[in-house]
């Protein structure tokens, strides 16, 4: 069982910046692909960024290329999102997902991933 506890979310005014958190209970954290979903007000679940188990690939949804930042700690067991220039339309509560199955594509699909956390908000004002 992994256990993911996100945090850093909170309110930013538009153009602003967040860091957020996604620490990793186990001892096998290095052998996952980590991704962070959000999910906005009446909207899907979308894929927003992935990285792979050494960090060496990463995968970024077109709306935050430039923008967002994923990284990872090994030792740390920690997966980051760096999120700057900030916009209104990126309010939304943010996930971090693990995807245990080995793989060297960091293009993960919502139903692979294995492990969620519960969710931090990040809500952007204008």
């Known amino acids: 069982q992994v256990q993911l506890v996100e945090s850093g979310g909170g309110l930013v005014q538009a153009g602003g910046s967040l860091r957020l958190s996604c620490a990793a209970s186990?001892?096998?954290?290095?052998?996952?692909?980590m991704g962070w979903i959000r999910q906005a007000p009446g909207k899907e679940r979308e894929s927003v960024a992935a990285?792979?188990?050494?960090?060496?690939?990463?995968y970024y949804a077109d709306s935050v290329k430039g923008r967002f930042t994923i990284s990872r700690d090994n030792v740390k067991n920690t997966v980051y999102l760096q999120m700057n220039s900030l916009k209104p339309e990126d309010t939304a509560v943010y996930y971090c997902?693990?995807?245990?199955?080995?793989?060297?594509?960091?293009?993960?699909?919502?139903?692979?991933?294995?492990?969620w956390g519960q969710g931090t908000q990040v809500t952007v004002s204008s």
């Open positions: 990285i792979t188990r050494s960090g060496g690939r990463t």
């Open positions: 997902a693990a995807e245990t199955a080995p793989r060297t594509n960091p293009s993960v699909g919502l139903a692979e991933y294995d492990y």
């Open positions: 186990g001892r096998t954290f290095s052998s996952y692909t």
